[in-house]
């Protein structure tokens, strides 16, 4: 059998789940699906069985910590599963896993270029482990963004973008990322679909960009953004969007540099960026994904006032 599909998303908004890794029909495995992201002080990943071919049955009374490469060890604790639900979407097919997180008191300890160490021991006495190397700190160029979440969901600087334009969005390389994964949401398209002629989308609208290279830092917006939707979004849409966006909308864009580990777990429908991988990163008595992501994010506004800076792009 496969691993159940808890999904698993770059950042809480994709279609993407965990890619699937072939196990013996009937076996009682571990699995593990977790991703350390330098944005965030709470940090969380999933335990659960591979019993059940469409559930995620859960594991409760784990051991989990995780050592960072200067011998600093952060001890994940069961919590309640809301903890995880940005990053691990409830299975449509069962129930969700065992949520494990870290307290928000420990501040921001994912840091860019470090290396971290997973150690899982249940209550059956199975010890799984991974290990993730974070890539390396990066930056957008002519954008404002952050690179850590803001306290109280304060919202960070935008800038404006032209209406009718595609802008070059170039950020400069990470060093150690095998890629770089890019969730684009569009608010307020839905006002703009009886002059489009197109059918009005769920808002926001999310669109992703990827780019399987560790070079590849420049994308078109919003022309490059959608390529794993395209079959599933309505087809005026995508072609209302192409070659600019109209005056009114609000952006946030995320580009998140991402390891070797989530690029080969990171998947779903149409969504498979480095093929058809099936290879755990988790060793030992578990299987599943243990990977990291450094996140940078940018607000813009399309038209609106001159008071806001111009978006430079790359």
Same mark, same amino acid.
């Given at each position: 059998?496969?691993?159940?599909?808890?999904?698993?998303?770059?950042?809480?908004?994709?279609?993407?789940?965990?890619?699937?890794?072939?196990?013996?029909?009937?076996?009682?495995?571990?699995?593990?699906?977790?991703?350390?992201?330098?944005?965030?002080?709470?940090?969380?990943?999933?335990?659960?069985?591979?019993?059940?071919?469409?559930?995620?049955?859960?594991?409760?009374?784990?051991?989990?910590?995780?050592?960072? @490469?200067?011998?600093?060890?952060?001890?994940?604790?069961?919590?309640?599963?809301?903890?995880?639900?940005?990053?691990?979407?409830?299975?449509?097919?069962?129930?969700?896993?065992?949520?494990?997180?870290?307290?928000?008191?420990?501040?921001?300890?994912?840091?860019?270029?470090?290396?971290?160490?997973?150690?899982?021991?249940?209550?059956?006495?199975?010890?799984?482990?991974?290990?993730?190397?974070?890539?390396?700190?990066?930056?957008?160029?002519?954008?404002?963004? @952050?690179?850590?979440?803001?306290?109280?969901?304060?919202?960070?600087?935008?800038?404006?973008?032209?209406?009718?334009?595609?802008?070059?969005?170039?950020?400069?390389?990470?060093?150690?990322?095998?890629?770089?994964?890019?969730?684009?949401?569009?608010?307020?398209?839905?006002?703009?679909?009886?002059?489009?002629?197109?059918?009005?989308?769920?808002?926001?609208?999310?669109?992703?960009?990827?780019?399987?290279?560790?070079?590849?830092?420049?994308?078109?917006?919003?022309?490059?953004?959608?390529?794993? @939707?395209?079959?599933?979004?309505?087809?005026?849409?995508?072609?209302?969007?192409?070659?600019?966006?109209?005056?009114?909308?609000?952006?946030?864009?995320?580009?998140?540099?991402?390891?070797?580990?989530?690029?080969?777990?990171?998947?779903?429908?149409?969504?498979?960026?480095?093929?058809?991988?099936?290879?755990?990163?988790?060793?030992?008595?578990?299987?599943?994904?243990?990977?990291?992501?450094?996140?940078?994010?940018?607000?813009?506004?399309?038209?609106?006032?001159?008071?806001?800076?111009?978006?430079?792009?790359?």
């Amino acid at each position: 059998m496969r691993w159940p599909i808890a999904g698993l998303c770059v950042l809480a908004l994709t279609g993407c789940t965990i890619a699937d890794v072939t196990t013996p029909p009937g076996q009682d495995r571990l699995v593990v699906q977790g991703v350390l992201r330098t944005d965030r002080t709470l940090q969380a990943l999933i335990l659960y069985r591979s019993v059940a071919a469409s559930e995620a049955p859960p594991e409760r009374g784990a051991q989990v910590v995780v050592t960072r @490469d200067d011998g600093a060890r952060f001890v994940f604790n069961e919590v309640s599963n809301a903890a995880c639900i940005p990053d691990v979407p409830s299975n449509p097919g069962g129930t969700l896993g065992t949520c494990y997180a870290t307290p928000a008191p420990l501040g921001f300890w994912v840091l860019p270029g470090r290396t971290y160490d997973l150690e899982v021991t249940t209550t059956r006495g199975e010890v799984a482990r991974g290990r993730t190397q974070v890539p390396g700190a990066f930056s957008l160029v002519g954008l404002p963004f @952050d690179a850590r979440e803001r306290a109280n969901g304060v919202p960070g600087e935008q800038c404006r973008l032209p209406s009718g334009t595609v802008v070059p969005v170039t950020w400069t390389r990470s060093s150690g990322a095998w890629g770089y994964i890019s969730p684009l949401l569009i608010f307020g398209l839905s006002a703009h679909a009886q002059s489009g002629g197109f059918t009005p989308p769920a808002d926001p609208l999310e669109l992703v960009g990827v780019s399987v290279s560790s070079s590849d830092t420049t994308t078109l917006l919003p022309d490059e953004f959608g390529v794993f @939707d395209r079959f599933n979004l309505d087809q005026d849409l995508l072609r209302f969007l192409q070659g600019g966006l109209p005056n009114g909308l609000n952006l946030v864009l995320t580009i998140s540099a991402a390891d070797r580990n989530y690029i080969n777990g990171v998947r779903g429908g149409s969504f498979n960026p480095s093929g058809q991988v099936r290879v755990s990163s988790v060793v030992g008595d578990g299987v599943g994904v243990f990977g990291s992501l450094v996140p940078l994010t940018a607000r813009m506004t399309v038209g609106g006032s001159a008071a806001v800076p111009l978006c430079k792009g790359g």
